[in-house]
């Protein structure tokens, strides 16, 4: 039988549903303070409806965006949980910010295409010049 969408999933079960190893989910307690799944006797962890949202998100952001870790602690502590959700559930990307919350190999292919398009610019420039 299948839980229902507001029961609380054990450690096995959320590495399923967010595709990561469990050994991950241990990693991102450590790395990330406001990941605190509930303990019970012996250890035993429960991620509430919640903690699976904000895992989500942060999946999202370090898998599919390209933050690093200190990215996410940062976009934690500037903009709150509610934009840790919000990314892993798809509202949108979350716009980098100053610093080191994106991977030095995605700067780096974003500062290309911003050359490739400046470049493009100063060619439509001259064209349209009498």
């Given at each position: 039988?299948?839980?229902?969408?507001?029961?609380f999933r054990t450690i096995s079960e959320a590495a399923?549903?967010?595709?990561?190893?469990?050994?991950?989910?241990?990693?991102?307690?450590?790395?990330?303070?406001?990941?605190?799944?509930?303990?019970?006797?012996?250890?035993?962890?429960?991620?509430?409806?919640?903690?699976?949202?904000?895992?989500?998100?942060?999946?999202?952001?370090?898998?599919?965006?390209?933050?690093?870790?200190?990215?996410?602690?940062?976009?934690?502590?500037?903009?709150?949980?509610?934009?840790?959700?919000?990314?892993?559930?798809?509202?949108?990307?979350?716009?980098?910010?100053?610093?080191?919350?994106?991977?030095?190999?995605?700067?780096?292919?974003?500062?290309?295409?911003?050359?490739?398009?400046?470049?493009?610019k100063q060619r439509l420039d001259a064209l349209l010049?009498?």
């Amino acid at each position: 039988m299948a839980k229902g969408p507001e029961a609380f999933r054990t450690i096995s079960e959320a590495a399923d549903e967010l595709s990561v190893p469990q050994h991950v989910l241990r990693f991102w307690e450590t790395k990330f303070s406001f990941i605190r799944p509930m303990k019970r006797a012996g250890g035993r962890r429960f991620y509430r409806p919640s903690d699976i949202a904000v895992l989500r998100g942060v999946k999202h952001l370090l898998h599919d965006e390209g933050y690093t870790i200190k990215g996410v602690q940062r976009l934690h502590r500037e903009e709150g949980l509610r934009r840790l959700v919000g990314a892993g559930s798809g509202e949108g990307a979350a716009p980098p910010s100053a610093g080191d919350t994106r991977a030095p190999a995605d700067q780096n292919s974003l500062l290309e295409a911003l050359r490739d398009l400046e470049t493009a610019k100063q060619r439509l420039d001259a064209l349209l010049r009498p």
